[in-house]
């Protein structure tokens, strides 16, 4: 319906594809929807600016003016860096009721989004460090 000046290509592959191409916790996170453990990834604490993009397929997600330090665990955003590169999906998993993150043109699991986040959008995307790349400026 729309045009692919404003809706990235999907991208799709198999799962050896993406087992070839990720690591362990990649693949467990973007893949299977798993969840790095709070405080342990690499991106947590990261002070450098440039832009983060998907693991999986190199889509950008976030700006790091965007990032703040919630002490959640995970890297947190404010907003991404483009709308449409960002979907959400209602998550009733493990007995609560949350919005899903997910990269729209690989459909990995990027974490989930909540509404106790800092001005100007109050929204804190709370993203796994291993569905990002940090290119740095």
Not at 33 to 46: L, W
Not at 78 to 91: F, I, L, N, Q
Not at 109 to 115: E, I, K, T, Y
Request: with cysteine.
């Amino acid at each position: 319906m729309s045009d692919s000046k404003t809706m990235p290509a999907k991208i799709t592959k198999n799962e050896s594809e993406w087992r070839k191409e990720l690591t362990p916790m990649q693949y467990a996170v973007l893949r299977e929807k798993a969840t790095e453990r709070p405080f342990s990834g690499e991106y947590e604490h990261e002070q450098r600016k440039g832009t983060y993009t998907c693991a999986g397929c190199g889509q950008t997600l976030f700006e790091s003016d965007a990032k703040f330090d919630s002490g959640c665990g995970w890297p947190s955003f404010t907003a991404p860096a483009v709308d449409s590169h960002v979907d959400e999906e209602r998550d009733v998993s493990h007995g609560m009721i949350r919005t899903e993150v997910l990269c729209s043109k690989c459909d990995g699991h990027l974490g989930h989004v909540f509404n106790d986040g800092p001005g100007p959008t109050g929204l804190r995307y709370c993203i796994n460090s291993a569905a990002l790349k940090l290119e740095p400026k």
